[in-house]
């Protein structure tokens, strides 16, 4: 059971849930072995020559309040040990949540979205039953065997016990194999519940696409093999757990054969009473139910061992992007300085993206990025976000590695405004203010201004308070993008990038939110990814890439008189917007 050691402080924080609980339901459960010896002494009482009525009634009281005791211990373990099964559950979502949001993107580009939604739920899931309700079945079975047994031993005929036990060593064997398999085959099943959510999640974010293109009939045929695949995988898992039931039961009617003809012979020998066969009787039924207890543990266990397995390699998973020690101690004012490049490359696996660059992003200027697609543009973006970590070479601000920068400290510097906008399904204050919690309508509303789309919002129903539909669906490219970057200026960055962040955007509109930046009393240093010719005129300096290489670097008119890359990229601008 090694994969549940990962929740080792929360079984410490938590033990006296576990312990009262298991205190009640071992109080429950002696309580209900009373049940099989009081109706055998009621049984000789019955049959004896005088029947005592007062003793009759006071076994019947004795029973009642067994029922009303066990039916309020009952409760209180439920409470402990099945309520610490979901503050687990809780524990374990937000650990596994917070994890993620620690790794770095390298790894969200290798595991898909509906493999890490099976562990947050799927798999959680199987955990929290297999340390909730297993924990009080493996109790049940475990006490209730060793009990049973104890007074069936003292109850009857020694060898009347032996016979009745022969069948279970067969089941025990049975068991573990039956263990063994099951955890095998629930791995597989989560596995391709991973891959069925995956499919789903995917399809629908992408509905609007299968139908521009009529796919529709061809999703539901892929979809449809995926679930063909989950329920064959799943009929694989109930075939083999389908074993143990009938295995228990004939086990169970073996011994139930055996005791009625030995049994019923000493009874007619006169060897035991009738009160203690009834009495045994009730043991060996009551032993039935912790050996269907103990299978279902197995079960339930090794789904949760599987889960656990696979949530224990997600959380040994570790982010590449750390603060190297020893971080220095800084303020922001201590960043406000030039961004250098020295020697720097990049390569993803084992494709060079950036070979050897060395450059300076002057302090609170414009700088332009540009180059044909596959350049290494946004990958420059990348590591000057410590998405990424240089494979040589160094980026330093104020003489500063970023390196030994506070990661949060220096990612608080920025505001990144990608290709592709994430807008949330929420109202449209809330997706702006998002950068800025707590943001007064007044600010949100300016932020808006400044990138045209104030007039636009105003002109919606709802307002600022509109909710837009999932990821923005019921905004336009255009608006999504200048409402992505009202969030970025709501933020006061330092530093302002926009990764061809207005693609969407008319020239004029673009021009205009241009202006506003280099109007306004914002004192950041503006990173642009652009191809439009007015952005990069604007420029205070204009980096040209090339397959992954530094090409040119300087201002507009410089770049024009070298007429090298740059100039003929303008050139070929020129030519389309003639055409």
């Known amino acids: 059971m090694k994969e549940f050691l990962t929740l080792k402080d929360f079984f410490l924080k938590y033990k006296w849930h576990y312990i009262w609980g298991i205190i009640c339901l071992l109080i429950v459960d002696s309580l209900q072995l009373l049940v099989p010896r009081l109706l ?28 009303v005791s066990m039916a309020a211990f009952r409760y209180l373990w439920r409470l402990y040990i099945i309520g610490a099964a979901r503050i687990l559950e809780k524990h374990l979502r937000e650990l596994l949540f917070n994890h993620l949001q620690n790794l770095s993107p390298r790894f969200f580009l290798q595991h898909k979205t509906g493999e890490l939604m099976a562990h947050l739920t799927n798999d959680i899931t199987a955990v929290r039953s297999s340390l909730g309700l ?59 519940f991973a891959e069925l959510t995956d499919t789903a999640q995917e399809n629908i974010a992408a509905m609007r696409v299968v139908q521009a293109f009529a796919l529709e009939e061809a999703e539901k045929k892929r979809f449809s093999r995926t679930t063909v695949k989950y329920m064959e995988d799943n009929f694989k898992l109930y075939k083999l757990w389908g074993f143990y039931d009938p295995l228990i039961y004939v086990c169970g009617f073996l011994s139930f054969i055996i005791v009625l003809i030995y049994g019923g012979n000493l009874v007619i020998k006169g060897r035991i009473s009738l009160g203690d066969f009834v009495a045994f009787n ?27 397995q696979r949530i224990n390699r997600l959380l040994e998973q570790q982010s590449e992007i750390i603060d190297r020690p020893p971080p220095l101690s800084l303020k922001k004012e201590d960043l406000r300085d030039d961004i250098i490049m020295e020697n720097v490359s990049f390569q993803y696996e084992q494709k060079p993206v950036l070979k050897n660059i060395s450059l300076t992003i002057p302090h609170g200027k414009i700088t332009a990025i540009t180059g044909r697609t596959g350049s290494g543009k946004s990958t420059l973006i990348y590591l000057l976000l410590r998405f990424f970590e240089p494979g040589q070479g160094r980026i330093l601000v104020g003489g500063h590695p970023i390196s030994r920068i506070p990661l949060k400290l220096w990612r608080q510097k920025f505001g990144y405004v990608p290709q592709d906008n994430f807008i949330f399904s929420t109202t449209i204050a809330d997706n702006i203010a998002f950068a800025r919690p707590g943001a007064a309508l007044e600010e949100i509303k300016k932020a808006a201004k400044m990138v045209a789309l104030d007039k636009e919002i105003e002109s919606f129903p709802a307002g600022y308070n509109t909710v837009v539909g999932e990821r923005g669906v019921t905004l336009s490219g255009g608006q999504q993008q200048r409402l992505a970057l009202a969030r970025a200026l709501l933020a006061e960055p330092e530093v302002l990038i926009l990764d061809d962040a207005l693609s969407s955007v008319d020239i004029t509109t673009e021009e205009h939110i241009i202006n506003n930046l280099q109007g306004s009393n914002i004192s950041a240093t503006v990173i642009i990814i652009s191809h439009r010719l007015k952005v990069l005129q604007k420029a205070a300096k204009i980096l040209v890439l090339e397959d992954g290489c530094l090409k040119e670097e300087g201002t507009h008119r410089e770049l024009l008189k070298q007429r090298d890359l740059y100039f003929m990229l303008c050139q070929q601008q020129l030519w389309e917007e003639a055409v």
Do not use: C
């Not at 020559?49 to 076994?59: P, Q, S």
């Not at 912790?290 to 079960?299: F, K």
């Open 134 to 192: 297993s924990v009080v079945l493996l109790v049940d079975a475990f006490f209730l065997t060793a009990v049973t047994l104890i007074f069936m031993f003292s109850t009857a005929d020694l060898r009347l016990t032996l016979l009745a036990l022969i069948p279970l060593p067969f089941l025990a064997f049975g068991s573990q194999k039956l263990g063994v398999g099951v955890f095998n085959r629930f791995l597989k099943v989560q596995e391709t």
């Open 282 to 308: 009730g043991y060996l039924a009551l032993l039935t139910w912790p050996m269907l207890a103990l299978g279902w543990v197995i079960n339930i266990t090794q789904r949760g061992r599987a889960s656990m």
């Open 40 to 67: 055998g002494l009621f049984t000789d009482t019955l049959l004896a020559e005088h029947v005592n009525t007062a003793l009759l009634y006071r076994y019947l009281y004795l029973i009642i309040f067994i029922a």
